[in-house]
């Protein structure tokens, strides 16, 4: 009969979508088809109501875990019976009225459940077992190392008595030795009954009220200092945090002021990193190329360091990479470049032989003279071999605007050219083609400009430029680090990676 199971302990698996549960069998009603477990656990996590009702469509899988000897009586309630169930019972949960959750009813089949026979004889080897009850153990075997490896599901597996053991159970192997008694390895790893699991939530809360951290971190502090460890912290210290382009290595702290001149400097600029660099007279920076000179840094090396970083910040300034490719053939950059017969119009001729060599349109201006210096001449000469465009006539310069106007007209000490009308007339050219103006190395603000640039080159170290310089670039020449010293500037590179640097006014 199915009321003799009742008090039963059973795990019934209704599918992916409910779980399992597990409980102890509290009522069988065969009319309607459906069991009820009291203190169920739903997939290991004791559910929140007191007992749950199971349809027989819903139940895909019923096992008997345990099966209650003929002397035990529980009662429903707190001490309620967890019954076992017939095969062949499902269940479906649906909302309560306590918002907890209710397992509804639904029948699977109309035809009445089979009762399962206890075993009457205990020392009987000769079991009977109907076709259905051969078919619900093999069932039952298939699945069950499945049940006694679910998460967070502990259950009480213990061997059955001879008396109460269902015909279909297989007894397990025995194996160890505790009090005398063999156990079985599932006793021995599912052996604390389900009872015994507090009904209560563990209150963390209050657990954690009762830790006094201060005190701790106190007696941590206090053990430290007396043993000369390196302190770990308080809770009102924070760590330092570092940036992926920090070292966390420490090292001696960073000196922004390395460039220092034996006089007080009119002007000082910083560069990105925020390195000092303070500008120099003229007198003292010609005395610098002089000693230079001295040492093997001639002229000539000079301007083809000058003409190489010159020509590498105008191809920056004409668009790079994204101007400057074999794709882009139609869209030949123009350049304008303004000298005249001294030093700083050597070096525009040899910023403009580069320029050329990139494949860059280069138009030289440059005035004719009965005699010119030799190192114009020899400029003159390799810039011949260019495909650049020489003219020495304003009229021979472009009437659209061009890419970029390249300044070395001006001089730091020949100021009567400004007075020739070659001069101005290129001056008026420039102002009126709009486009933008780069000087390399342009005289000093006391010095009146005849053309504003928007940015100039400094060499080596730069003057007291003005504003009608424009945004001043610092490029390197070659001049080494004792030359400095030799004329009284303790110096370091300011360069870094780089030949050619911004500078900000500060």
């Known amino acids: 009969m199915a009321t003799d199971w009742l008090g039963s302990i059973v795990s019934i698996n209704c599918g992916e979508s409910l779980g399992v ?97 206890r075993r009457t004889d205990m020392k009987s080897q000769d079991i009977v077992i109907s076709p259905q009850q051969q078919c619900s153990k093999s069932y039952m075997d298939r699945h069950m190392e499945t049940l006694s490896q679910s998460k967070g599901f502990r259950r009480r597996h213990n061997s059955w008595s001879s008396s109460s053991r269902h015909p279909n159970q297989v007894t397990p192997k025995k194996s160890g030795l505790k009090n005398g008694q063999m156990k079985s390895k599932d006793d021995e790893c599912f052996g604390d009954d389900i009872d015994e699991i507090p009904d209560t939530d563990f209150d963390f809360e209050g657990n954690l009220a009762l830790f006094d951290k201060a005190a701790v971190f106190e007696e941590i502090e206090t053990y430290e200092r007396r043993s000369g ?7 009102n210290e924070k760590p330092a945090r570092y940036r992926h382009d920090e070292n966390i290595l420490e090292s001696e702290p960073i000196v922004y002021r390395r460039i220092v001149v034996p006089q007080n400097p ?13 500008s120099v007279s003229y ?38 990479p994204n101007r400057l490719n074999p794709k882009n053939v139609h869209q030949r950059p123009t350049v304008a470049l303004l000298c005249g017969p001294h030093v700083k119009g050597a070096q525009g001729i040899s910023c403009g032989r580069h320029l050329s060599n990139h494949d860059v349109h280069v138009i030289l201006f440059l005035p004719n003279f009965v005699k010119m210096l030799e190192s114009i001449t020899n400029e003159l000469n390799l810039f011949s071999k260019t495909q650049g465009q020489q003219v020495s006539s304003v009229k021979d310069l472009p009437d659209t605007p061009v890419d970029l106007v390249i300044n070395c007209l001006d001089c730091h000490e020949n100021a009567f050219l ?56 610092l490029c390197d020449i070659g001049i080494p680090q004792k030359v400095f010293q030799e004329v009284g500037i303790n110096y370091h590179s300011p360069f870094g990676c780089k030949f050619v640097i911004p500078l900000h006014s500060t």
């Not at 460890?229 to 809770?235: A, D, I, V």
Request: charged share 20%.
């Open 21 to 117: 549960y597990q409980g102890r069998v509290s009522a069988v009603d065969q009319v309607s088809q459906t069991i009820s477990l009291t203190r169920p656990f739903h997939n290991g996590v004791k559910c929140l109501v007191p007992e749950v009702t199971f349809r027989a469509g819903d139940i895909t899988e019923l096992k008997i875990l345990e099966i209650p000897g003929p002397g035990d009586s529980r009662q429903c309630g707190d001490s309620q019976q967890m019954d076992t169930a017939t095969p062949g019972v499902g269940c479906q949960v649906g909302p309560s009225q306590n918002g907890t959750g209710k397992v509804l009813k639904k029948p699977m089949s109309s035809s009445a459940p089979q009762s399962i026979p």
């Open 229 to 235: 460890t390196r302190s770990r912290g308080t809770p």
């Open 283 to 320: 007198e003292l920076h010609k005395k610098l190329l002089a000693v230079a000179e001295k040492h093997g840094l001639t002229l000539e090396r000079r301007l083809e360091m000058t003409g190489v970083c010159a020509s590498q910040m105008a191809l920056s300034l004409l668009g790079g």
């Open 266 to 278: 009119n002007k000082e600029f910083c560069t990105d990193s925020g390195l000092v660099v303070p």
């Open 418 to 473: 400004r007075d020739q009308p070659w001069y101005k007339a290129v001056v008026d050219w420039a102002n009126q083609n709009r486009a933008p103006v780069l000087s390399i190395d342009p005289p000093i603000s006391e010095m009146e400009l005849g053309i504003d640039a928007k940015w100039s080159l400094a060499l080596g170290l730069p003057l007291p430029l003005g504003e009608r310089a424009g945004r001043v670039y």
